[in-house]
């Protein structure tokens, strides 16, 4: 399901030449490590960095700029939220690419994760391939979240996403980044502003299949197009509806009817 207002996709995905580099946070270290070591014997990927906690993990991403931030909600100092909103939120010039794990199954770290601007959501119980899978997506400008999820946290993000601070929940601060909602988000009357240019037909499909979840590469199977067309359709998307990412599409797809719970 993805960076900033208008931009198509991430300039970071399209100038990843070698392998994919990532930045591993968690403040427990035998997972920190395991999750390291997971990822370096996937083909293609790298941990360029680790960290114990966000504060860290933000001044080591904003230093060495890996291509995909894997991030720990429950963090000692800055949480994972937190992180995410300094990293990839909607103030941010340059964001980069960030996926949050978690033990916990929780709408509220999945709505907090997505509006701080997290390219991704996966539960520690993922597996390797799911893992590596969403490391890709994320480099790649696409966004994974764990299946688990994915469906329940759509059907009701537009009726009960919260709209206040962006820390973990149940504690205290948070830079506020995650509050923000698209553009395309309902408005206090409860309508949801509609784009100034209409969709088109294909633009329709596309859409309906990232608020499915589908990838890129999903999609061009499925609508017997290339893939250079629908991330141009996917760009185009975004710059209408007013989404920073492919989450905020799907978002926006559900928000105004275009998909509905229990519709396939």
Not at 217 to 235: D, G
């Amino acid at each position: 399901m993805s960076a900033d207002g208008a931009s198509a996709v991430p300039a970071d995905a399209e100038r990843i030449t070698g392998p994919i580099t990532v930045l591993v946070a968690d403040d427990q270290e035998i997972v920190r490590t395991g999750l390291a070591m997971i990822l370096d014997a996937q083909s293609g990927i790298e941990v360029v960095a680790q960290a114990a906690d966000g504060r860290t993990a933000v001044e080591l991403a904003r230093r060495l700029r890996p291509d995909v931030s894997l991030l720990d909600i429950r963090m000692p100092g800055l949480d994972g939220i937190e992180a995410t909103a300094l990293l990839a939120g909607r103030e941010v010039a340059d964001p980069l690419a960030v996926v949050v794990i978690t033990t916990f199954d929780l709408d509220e770290y999945v709505y907090a994760a997505l509006r701080a601007g997290a390219r991704g959501f996966l539960l520690k119980d993922a597996g390797a391939a799911l893992l590596a899978q969403a490391v890709r997506a994320a480099a790649a400008g696409d966004a994974l979240i764990a299946p688990s999820v994915t469906t329940r946290l759509l059907r009701a993000f537009a009726d009960s996403a919260p709209t206040s601070g962006s820390g973990a929940p149940g504690e205290s601060g948070g830079s506020g980044a995650s509050g923000e909602s698209g553009e395309g988000r309902a408005g206090a009357d409860g309508g949801v502003p509609q784009p100034v240019d209409p969709l088109t037909a294909r633009e329709e499909e596309v859409l309906l299949a990232v608020a499915r979840g589908r990838t890129n590469t999903e999609i061009a199977r499925e609508l017997f197009v290339t893939l250079s067309t629908v991330k141009s359709h996917v760009a185009n998307l975004m710059t209408k509806v007013g989404a920073r990412n492919r989450v905020e599409v799907a978002l926006w797809a559900y928000d105004t009817g275009r998909v509905r719970p229990g519709r396939p």
